[in-house]
């Protein structure tokens, strides 16, 4: 059973201060990974995916992963309180859709 | 333009109860899956369906029972309702069945079991 960890948090941060965030994953053959932010009591929303090793950037965020140690990342530059919610890592592959998800982070951004 | 749909949002019943969750999806997507979230926030998957087909069913009790009547809606139905059951519900979709296919969550169904 492959396993995603992730520090429950909650990570604090003060507002325009690089936030980041962590994961660890147990299956050495998982092909895709995600984050997904979470606020309280809505959905999932895609933030960022990433499949290669080496860092991805889009806008504020940028995810880094490396296989060799099993570990993926997610920075967010210049952080805003409007990022204050719980980020979720989750892993997919190798073997069909089936993503696993990390208990997620809880970030807060200070004004 | 809602993407992926859920219906009821709140869902709050007795013990013992039978109770159905529908979800729609207007993105053109092949695959729709359950998740269920418990009072943890762990996000954990149920079901998935590809063209109308069951290709994820992990380990749930046999009370709940996924549908897909067309490759644009899935919907649960659960059987003997118990405590244990409450959580909120999202249903997902994705373009495809393989790993890199990005799902896409609905905003939740909150069941409530007295």
């Known amino acids: 059973q492959k396993e995603v960890e992730q520090n429950s948090g909650p990570l604090s941060v003060p507002e325009g201060a690089i936030a980041s965030l962590n994961c660890t994953y147990s299956d050495r053959g998982s092909q895709s990974f995600f984050w997904y932010r979470q606020y309280s009591g809505k959905s999932p929303e895609l933030i960022m995916f990433i499949y290669s090793n080496g860092d991805k950037e889009d806008g504020r965020f940028t995810a880094q992963l490396n296989k060799a140690s099993q570990y993926v990342s997610l920075l967010i530059r210049d952080s805003q309180p409007s990022d204050s919610a719980t980020y979720l890592c989750?892993?997919?592959?190798?073997?069909?859709?089936?993503?696993?998800f990390g208990a997620g982070t809880i970030l807060r951004v200070k004004s | 333009d809602t993407a992926v749909s859920q219906t009821p949002k709140y869902l709050v019943t007795q013990m013992g109860n039978d109770k159905s969750i529908k979800c729609e999806q207007n993105l053109g997507h092949d695959t729709m899956y359950w998740y269920k979230q418990d009072s943890k926030k762990f996000l954990k998957i149920m079901f998935s369906y590809n063209n109308k087909e069951l290709i994820i069913n992990e380990t749930v009790p046999n009370r709940f029972s996924p549908k897909s009547p067309d490759k644009a809606h899935l919907n649960l139905h659960i059987n003997s309702l118990e405590l244990g059951d409450s959580a909120v519900y999202f249903c997902?979709?994705?373009?495809?069945?393989?790993?890199?296919?990005?799902?896409?969550f609905g905003p939740g169904t909150r069941l409530t079991v007295l």
């Open positions: 989750a892993v997919g592959g190798p073997y069909g859709n089936k993503l696993v």
């Open positions: 997902a979709s994705s373009p495809g069945s393989r790993a890199t296919d990005t799902q896409y």
